[in-house]
């Protein structure tokens, strides 16, 4: 369905709207109990919804797909994943609270340890820590000058920054220029457009002139550019749905997801807890009428493999989950933006547990929150866009369509 | 979702794939037992896979939509069945491994029988056998001469055969020459636009020089042609999915159909039992990552009406499953193409119970193989699109899409 149809209908009230998103949260039975993680956690308050609430099982993109964190945060926010690819460099960058301008070029780099000749010998600079970092970008932001564009060097976090590019006619349509191993040398940026040959021609100029500036550096002696891409914005949460969201999220990349779609961010650092995330939610409870907010460690947790940790995670969420109850919002939603089995150690395309809290939600039969409850639950199977619509209808905020 | 996406992230692998295929395998429950052919059928081993497995609801095409045998395995293929329509007659002349070619228009005949005044009396010529239908396609194939383009008369079965227009400019967009009747008179060839009219007069020509070559024949002294239609090829399976796939399947229509997306034929007579076609799996299973295993007798008892013999092939299908779980495939598919209910005698909408079988398909509760049981199942309800993309990813054969 299109969000042409929602744009029209939307209409802005006083009730509040929050998504409770569990990065990875679906999983796989352990194979001696049966049970997955989020069905092996003791979720006392997390039943309580789902006991209140209605249950299905959310699809992020399509069957089979398994969906990196960009397209599948885009359709829990209402955008076709498809249509909307954005690059890896625009999300972070968005998400340290640089202001991308249209048409701007941006990408990530990562510092990178080369020999003599030139060959890479480590892909990560040593790990090189922030301050480290700080100052290198801010050496390249100073010193690099390229015809008849702005560039910008922003530094993000560790070994890693950003570059932005800002100019007449340009366009990212370009590969990185990481081998994605060390042994080899960094590959020269090759446009895979006509459009797009001036913008690799100044990024090999820029790449040039940072491999000079860094020459004398023990680590980090060298860049490489990847997840290339043009900004475009996106059409805003504010005018689409008529909210005033805002994100609760801790690493760059989800805070640059939400800022694509025209959240405002809260200011927390990169290392804040699950608690410090609720404190923020508290904190900004009366300014917003839409809250993202984002628990990460779960599919960190899925991702090292770890069924106990991430179970540990989804009951130190669970006792968080009261103070969501007190401030009595209209609609909650908890789902993921994707599994992360732990068997599995990855991402996977499997469909989501989600709960669907509201006064009007049409209560199910399902009394907790699981997998298998969820294959039971009132909303059945769908796509993860269709949960901003529900969520609005269901806070007052749709109009009807038609006579 | 497009197979552009799934194109662009499929990756081959090891791991092999099963689409077991009950043609017609849907039914609706006998008024007595209150049970399907499936549910009354006694199926240990197929239950066993839906124990371990995760059960659904196929749609093949969309809501109320009885489809044919062609579109209903276009959309199990991850084809859309309503963009990609193809003509019986290309169906037929690809599974009598005719190499079509590009631009050619392909078609049906039926040998017929007319009286004196030209009325058709015996629309399928008294069914003459093989040998006789053999002699006459070779007698029209080797005399019969059209301006400007080649043609080829070929044999399929009984009083059936093909013919195959070659040359620059045609387009099969002409109807039936069949009245579908005895008692008419066949019909000319006539053009539906006017790119197909030079195609129409030839083959009204062809039409023509078959009469004068069949007048002495007692029974087949004409031709009806049916299913023109101008052969374009599909994207393979090879390219789209990087699969490299293989049917095991008796009757040609399923064996065009297989063709037409890309797969190696089996070479089985077209009277194979459901034991030979699995005595031909465990030859070719060293060779293939794809396997389509066509079962077409389900199909033909439904149409028959034949309650009873639909249960008896399907207990016979069944028990020869234990002989795929001895191959160890990574991935086993098991549905339908179509429901064919035998209280209806003929093909229906209703959708299809399926199980998707694999190591990591998030088992469900359901431990038995039915209609009823799937409507509970894991999968929910989807469209028989998605089982392609489910099963490569089960099989660990597609990418993670996006950052």
């Not at 922030?130 to 390229?146: N, T, V, W």
């Not at 960190?300 to 103070?323: M, N, Y």
Request: hydrophobic fraction near 40%; include cysteine; glycine fraction near 10%.
């Amino acid at each position: 369905m299109s969000q042409d149809l929602i744009r029209k209908l939307a209409v802005s009230n006083e009730s509040k709207i929050v998504f409770l998103i569990i990065d990875g949260l679906g999983g796989l039975p352990d194979p001696v109990t049966g049970l997955t993680e989020l069905e092996t956690a003791s979720t006392p308050n997390l039943d309580r919804l789902a006991a209140e609430g209605t249950l299905g099982m959310s699809t992020p993109i399509g069957p089979g797909i398994t969906p990196g964190s960009g397209p599948a945060h885009l359709s829990l926010f209402g955008y076709d994943p498809i249509e909307v690819e954005v690059g890896r460099g625009i999300l972070d960058i968005l998400g340290v609270d640089f202001e991308l301008q249209k048409g701007d070029v941006a990408a990530r780099i990562n510092f990178c340890t080369i020999d003599k000749e030139g060959v890479i010998t480590d892909r990560r600079a040593g790990r090189i820590p922030d301050e480290e970092g700080k100052r290198l970008c801010k050496q390249l932001d100073e010193k690099i000058s390229l015809p008849g564009v702005e560039s910008f060097i922003i530094h993000t976090k560790e070994y890693r920054g950003g570059i932005i590019l800002r100019g007449e006619g340009l366009k990212g349509d370009i590969p990185d220029t990481d081998p994605q191993a060390v042994g080899g040398k960094p590959l020269p940026a090759k446009a895979r457009s006509p459009e797009a040959e001036r913008t690799a021609e100044l990024f090999n100029d820029l790449i040039g002139q940072a491999k000079e500036l860094l020459a004398g550096e023990e680590k980090a002696n060298m860049i490489l550019v990847r997840g290339i891409d043009t900004y475009h914005p996106l059409p805003q949460m504010q005018d689409l749905y008529k909210l005033n969201p805002v994100c609760v999220a801790a690493y760059p990349m989800y805070r640059g997801l939400a800022k694509l779609v025209g959240m405002k961010l809260v200011d927390i650092p990169s290392t804040a807890s699950i608690k410090d995330e609720f404190d923020a939610l508290e904190k900004i409870w009366g300014d917003h009428d839409f809250v993202f907010l984002h628990i990460k460690k779960t599919d960190s947790a899925g991702e090292d493999g770890d069924f106990d940790k991430k179970v540990h995670v989804i009951e130190e969420l669970d006792s968080e989950v009261p103070r969501l109850f007190a401030l009595a919002p209209a609609v909650i939603v908890v789902t993921g933006d994707h599994s992360t089995p732990s068997l599995m150690k990855s991402h996977s395309w499997h469909p989501l547990p989600t709960i669907l809290w509201s006064g009007r939600c049409r209560r199910d039969s399902q009394k907790t929150f699981g997998e298998s409850s969820c294959i039971k639950g009132g909303m059945g199977r769908f796509n993860a866009q269709a949960l901003v619509p529900l969520a609005l209808a269901n806070a007052g905020k749709l109009l009807k369509f038609g006579a």
